[in-house]
C-alpha cells in the first residue's frame, strides 16, 4: 500500500484549504472556459441497477437450453455528477468500469435498468456522440504523428460546416491544452517502432475526444500503465479542463495523495453498492463520524479502499469467507451512508427532475452534421495508405515474392511446346501452380480487419465513420496496391514465359481469370477477418478451406469418383472454377502435335478438355459461367464480410 509522507494533521489542513477554496473554484468553473467551448454538463442517474447473465458452462458459444447464472454488479445506484473533477473509486471488482460504461451509454442494455439523464433530459441514441470517452488501453493509430491523429478525429467528427483552417485551429487548441507541442510531428508508435511516452499517449487519447468540445468528457482509469510521476502530470491537464467548464467523469483506482486532491467529488463502490457520494473535502469527516478514522502517513485514497474491502471495519465480520466478508461490510457501510445528512442532501438534490416528465429530443444525431459519407471514406483511405506507405513491408513483400514465384514459374514452364505429352501435363501443372499461388497468397488479406479490431470497435461505437464507408474504404486500400498491380505484374511475367496462346484476347482473359480468383481468396479471407478474433485460428481456417477447395478443384483428384456426400463441395471451390477458366483459356483453338513427329498436329485442345482436364465447354458460356460463379461467389464472401462487421459487438 502507498503512503503519502504527509501526516493527518497536515492533510486535515490541506482538505481545509480545499474546502475553503471549493466554492470559490466552483464559480469559476463555467467562466474559465476558451470561447467556442460547450459548458459543462450535469450527469443525474437515478435507481441503477445492472445485472450480468452468464451460462455456467461453454460460455464461449451462448446456447439458449443451457442453464443461465445471474450476477448483480450495481445495486440501486443513484447520483449527480456536475462540472469538475468527478472520480469513481472502489477496490477491484467493484463495479466501477460498469458504472462508468453505463453513464456513457457503452454497456449493453440487457440486464440494465435505472435512468441516466444529462442535463435533466433522457439518454438518447446519440448521447455518446455528444460525449468524449476515452478507453483505458492506448487505442490509436501508431503509425500516425499526434498531430494527424487528432485532425483524424477532427475532420470525421467536427461539423462539416466549419472550414478546413478552424479544425486545424481546433487541433492546435488541443495540443496547447494538452500540452503536446513538443510531439505534435512525432509518430505515436507501434509494437515495433518506439515513439512518444506513456503520458503523451494517454494524453493524445483524451485529444482526440477534446477535439469535439464536448461538455462532458468519460475516462476509464486514466492512470493506468503510468508512473506516478507521468500519472499526476495527466491528471493536472484533466483538472485543468475541469476549470475551464468541463465536466470529468473518470474511474480511478488507487491515486496517489496528489491526485486524490484534484478530486471535486468522489463516488464510493463497494461491491456494488454506493458507500459514499459528495465532496471529496468531506469523505474523511464522514468516515470518522462512523468509527473509521484516517492513520497519520496513510493515503486518503487507500484508506478508502481498505474501509470498503472490510480491512479497517471496527465491526468484526465471519473471516471465513472473504466474498462474503466484503459483501456484509458493503452492505453495512451502504445502511450507514443512506442514513447519513450527506445522503440527505443528494436527495434534495435529485428531488426536482426525479419523476418529472422528460424530453427526450434534446440531442440531433452528429450524422447530420459531421462529414459526408465520401468524406468519411477519403479520410479512412487517406489514413490507411499512409500507415502502408510508412510501414510498407507487407506491399513491397507482396510485390517481391509476386515476381519470385512468377519468375520461378516462368523458368519451371519456360516456353512449353505444343506436343500432345509434355506439352498438355506442362500446361496443366503449370496452371495449377499457378491459381495455387493466387490463392494461397490471399492469406495476407486476414489482417484487414483483424488487426484494427479494437480501433474500429471504438471509433465506430464513438461517431467516427459509419461501417459502410469503413468497409469500402479498406477494401479499395487494399484491392489496388496488394491484388490489382501484383496480379497484373504476375500475369505479364507468367503468360509471356510459358508461352501461352500470344493473343490479346487470351491474354485479357487470363489476366481477369487471374484478378478474379485472386479477389474471391480475399473476399474469404476478409469474411475470416471479419469474423474470428485471433489471428492464428483465422489462419488456420483459411488454409484448411482453401486446401479442401484445391483437393475438389478437378486437378489431384477425379470428382466424379468422390463420394456423393462430399461431392458438392466441388460447387464452391475456387479452385475449380479458376482452373476451368485458364484450361478453357488456353486449350481452346490450340492444336497440339504427336509427340513422335511434332509437324504433324491433328489433335484439337477440345478434346484435350473433354477426356484429360474433363472439363465441359461446348460454347462460350461455359467459359464465361466459371467467371459468374467467381464473382457471385466474392460478393457473397464481402456482403457476409459486412454483415460481421455490422453484428460486431460495439458495447461492453
Not at 503523451?200 to 475526444?209: D, Y
Not at 468497409?471 to 501484383?486: G, N, Q, S, V, Y
Not at 486449350?587 to 465441359?616: M, R
Amino acid at each position: 500500500m502507498v503512503h503519502s509522507d504527509l501526516s493527518c494533521s497536515s492533510k486535515a489542513k490541506s482538505m481545509t484549504d480545499i474546502e475553503e477554496n471549493q466554492s470559490l473554484n466552483q464559480s469559476k468553473v463555467a467562466n474559465q472556459h476558451s470561447p467556442g467551448e460547450r459548458q459543462g454538463s450535469s450527469i443525474t442517474f437515478y435507481s441503477l441497477n445492472y445485472t450480468i447473465r452468464t451460462q455456467k458452462c461453454c460460455n464461449l458459444c451462448p446456447l439458449p437450453f443451457l442453464t443461465k447464472k445471474h450476477q448483480r454488479i450495481l445495486y440501486d445506484i443513484n447520483g449527480v455528477f456536475k462540472p469538475g473533477m468527478n472520480a469513481i473509486l472502489g477496490p477491484t471488482g467493484s463495479g466501477k468500469s460498469s458504472l462508468l460504461d453505463i453513464l456513457a451509454d457503452r454497456k449493453d442494455r440487457q440486464g440494465l435498468d435505472g435512468e441516466v439523464l444529462m442535463d435533466g433530459q433522457r439518454q438518447t441514441d446519440d448521447f455518446k456522440y455528444q460525449v468524449g470517452y476515452v478507453v483505458q488501453e492506448d487505442i490509436i493509430s501508431g503509425t500516425l504523428t499526434v498531430r494527424e491523429n487528432l485532425a483524424f478525429s477532427a475532420n470525421l467528427r467536427v461539423s462539416k460546416a466549419m472550414s478546413r483552417e478552424s479544425k486545424k485551429a481546433i487541433v492546435q487548441q488541443v495540443i496547447e491544452q494538452l500540452g503536446l507541442e513538443k510531439c505534435a510531428e512525432s509518430r505515436v508508435g507501434t509494437e515495433l517502432a518506439r515513439g512518444i511516452s506513456g503520458g503523451e499517449r494517454k494524453r493524445t487519447n483524451i485529444g482526440m475526444e477534446l477535439v469535439l468540445s464536448p461538455s462532458v468528457l468519460f475516462l476509464d482509469e486514466p492512470t493506468t500503465g503510468l508512473d506516478s510521476s507521468t500519472a499526476r502530470n495527466v491528471m493536472e491537464y484533466l483538472h485543468e479542463l475541469s476549470r475551464r467548464g468541463r465536466t470529468i467523469i473518470f474511474s480511478i483506482h488507487q491515486p496517489r495523495y496528489s491526485i486524490f486532491k484534484l478530486f471535486d467529488t468522489i463516488f464510493l463502490l463497494a461491491a456494488g453498492h454506493c458507500v459514499y457520494h459528495g465532496p471529496a473535502n468531506a469523505v474523511l469527516p464522514y468516515f470518522s463520524s462512523i468509527g473509521y478514522d484516517c492513520e497519520q502517513h496513510d493515503n486518503p485514497a487507500d484508506f478508502l479502499l481498505d474501509v470498503t474491502q472490510g480491512d479497517c471495519s471496527s465491526v468484526s465480520t465471519d473471516e471465513s469467507n472473504s466474498d462474503k466478508k466484503h459483501e456484509q461490510n458493503a452492505h453495512r457501510l451502504h445502511d450507514l451512508y443512506v442514513k447519513s445528512d450527506i445522503y440527505a442532501s443528494l436527495l434534495q438534490v435529485l428531488a426536482p427532475t426525479n419523476g418529472r416528465q422528460l424530453d427526450t429530443a434534446v440531442y440531433h444525431p452528429t450524422s447530420n452534421t459531421s462529414t459526408s459519407r465520401f468524406g468519411e471514406m477519403l479520410y479512412v483511405s487517406q489514413r490507411t495508405l499512409r500507415t502502408a506507405f510508412r510501414n510498407p513491408t507487407l506491399v513491397i513483400m507482396q510485390t517481391v515474392v509476386t515476381v519470385l514465384f512468377a519468375t520461378l514459374v516462368g523458368l519451371i514452364y519456360l516456353q512449353i511446346d505444343r506436343s500432345e505429352d509434355t506439352g498438355v501435363k506442362n500446361r496443366m501443372g503449370a496452371i495449377f501452380f499457378i491459381v495455387t499461388n493466387q490463392v494461397m497468397a490471399n492469406l495476407s488479406a486476414i489482417e484487414l480487419f483483424l488487426k484494427e479490431r479494437v480501433l474500429f470497435i471504438h471509433e465506430n461505437a464513438s461517431g467516427y465513420y459509419h461501417v459502410s464507408t469503413y468497409f469500402f474504404a479498406k477494401l479499395l486500400c487494399d484491392m489496388i496496391p496488394l491484388r490489382l498491380i501484383p496480379s497484373m505484374i504476375f500475369s505479364i511475367i507468367v503468360y509471356f514465359m510459358i508461352g501461352f496462346q500470344q493473343t490479346l484476347a487470351k491474354f485479357f482473359i487470363f489476366y481477369l481469370a487471374i484478378f478474379t480468383t485472386t479477389t474471391c481468396g480475399a473476399a474469404f479471407c476478409f469474411l475470416l477477418s471479419a469474423s474470428v478474433e485471433v489471428f492464428g485460428i483465422a489462419n488456420l481456417l483459411a488454409a484448411m478451406t482453401f486446401v479442401l477447395m484445391m483437393v475438389f478443384g478437378g486437378f489431384l483428384v477425379e470428382i466424379s469418383s468422390v463420394v456423393n456426400f462430399l461431392s458438392w463441395i466441388k460447387w464452391v471451390s475456387i479452385f475449380r472454377y479458376s482452373f476451368n477458366i485458364i484450361n478453357i483459356n488456353e486449350f481452346s483453338d490450340l492444336t497440339l502435335c504427336l509427340k513422335t513427329n511434332k509437324t504433324i498436329c491433328p489433335i484439337n485442345g477440345t478434346y484435350i478438355l473433354h477426356n484429360v482436364a474433363h472439363i465441359e465447354y461446348e460454347n462460350e458460356w461455359d467459359l464465361w459461367k466459371n467467371f459468374v460463379a467467381l464473382g457471385s461467389m466474392t460478393v457473397l464472401f464481402l456482403i457476409l464480410a459486412y454483415i460481421q462487421l455490422l453484428r460486431m459487438k460495439k458495447t461492453k
